[in-house]
Structures are given as C-alpha cells and as structure tokens.
C-alpha cells in the first residue's frame, strides 16, 4: 500500500528545508541533496551513515 501523505509531505518539508540551507551557507551539494529529496518518496531516501566523504 502507499506511504500516508503526511510521511511524503514531510519528506518533502526536510529537503525545502536542507536546500534553503545549503543556499544560505553556499554549498552547492546541500542544496542538490535537498532537490533530490523533496522527489523521491521516503522509502528511497537513505539516511546517511557518516563514512562518505
């Protein structure tokens, strides 16, 4: 079955929320990952686990 609106509205919310950041603090890769967040549903979006860098 699909994911209740509310868990998409948020996931949606987090990514305006981590793009408008990237925007302020000038990081280009904060607001890519904010874009691509507020397009996928929340199952694909994985959390991070630190080792990336």
Request: no cysteine; glycine share 10%.
């Amino acid at each position: 079955m699909s994911e209740p609106k509310s868990a998409i509205t948020a996931e949606t919310l987090k990514g305006s929320v981590k793009e408008a950041i990237g925007k302020l603090i000038g990081d280009q890769n904060v607001v890519d990952e904010g874009r691509a967040q507020q397009k996928l549903p929340k199952s694909a979006v994985k959390p991070k686990n630190g080792s990336e860098t």
